[in-house]
């Protein structure tokens, strides 16, 4: 938080100072000596103006470098290695980061839903992660065990509608409830191709820095997790 805090001021000066030299008129060398401190006291606006845009050129630089990854993975993002619903050979690809304890994810989920089921010809990814509680990962090698019986979505479902606390034992629960073989379902989640899939949506989730859930990605870039901003993106990729 210190380094952070140093550095800020550091370059806030430094951008400060930059501005100092644009705005103070020139004069010979031999008087151009600009008492830093005293312009300041007179113009403590260049201090704002330095720091609005010191931050928008950090966020710029930030959104620059976060297209750069996803369009740098698009392939690993939009392969068929996870729970897949619409058009599997679709041009427009939608890929879903989200975590079953996550409240968030929950209440994206109806206009989520309902964006899907007006775009039956976009292919959407699902790739769930392990970030909010212990039982993340539970819930997330379920619904991919799920996967294999042909059971995600019902799975899927009741895990984003149920209203009690995520634990192993609500996952059994309502995975028994949507017909899914729940042994088979608990040896799948320790199999290899389960494990795969687990461990390619975590390794992937770093390679494009994913810092929170739920996270949506439309053909390599990352979208609002709002309804009217996805299908605006989705009609703007089917263009």
């Not at 939009?78 to 599997?88: R, V």
């Not at 073989?181 to 461990?199: I, L, Y």
Request: aromatic fraction near 6%.
């Amino acid at each position: 938080m210190k380094k952070t805090l140093l550095i800020s001021v550091v370059a806030l000066l430094m951008a400060a100072f930059a501005l100092i030299k644009v705005y103070v008129p020139c004069a010979d060398k031999a008087e151009n000596s600009v008492n830093i401190e005293a312009v300041l006291k007179e113009h403590p606006e260049y201090v704002i103006n330095a720091l609005q845009a010191y931050e928008q050129k950090a966020r710029d630089e930030a959104e620059a470098q976060l297209k750069a990854l996803f369009k740098q993975h698009e392939a690993e993002l939009n392969a068929n290695n996870a729970p897949l619903q619409g058009d599997a050979s679709s041009k427009v690809v939608m890929v879903e980061f989200y975590d079953y304890a996550c409240g968030y994810c929950r209440r994206l989920f109806p206009e989520l839903n309902k964006v899907i089921a007006e775009n039956a010809d976009v292919k959407v990814l699902y790739r769930p992660l392990a970030f909010v509680s212990p039982h993340s990962e539970y819930a997330a090698r379920a619904v991919l065990a799920a996967n294999e019986q042909g059971k995600f979505v019902e799975l899927h479902t009741a895990l984003m509608t149920v209203q009690k606390p995520l634990s192993e034992a609500l996952v059994d629960e309502l995975a028994g409830k949507a017909g899914i073989d729940v042994e088979q379902m608990k040896k799948d989640m320790k199999a290899d191709k389960v494990n795969a899939a687990f461990e390619a949506n975590n390794t992937l989730a770093g390679n494009v820095q994913i810092a929170g859930v739920p996270t949506v990605v439309l053909n390599g870039e990352m979208v609002a997790p709002v309804a009217t901003e996805i299908q605006a993106k989705i009609n703007e990729a089917k263009k």
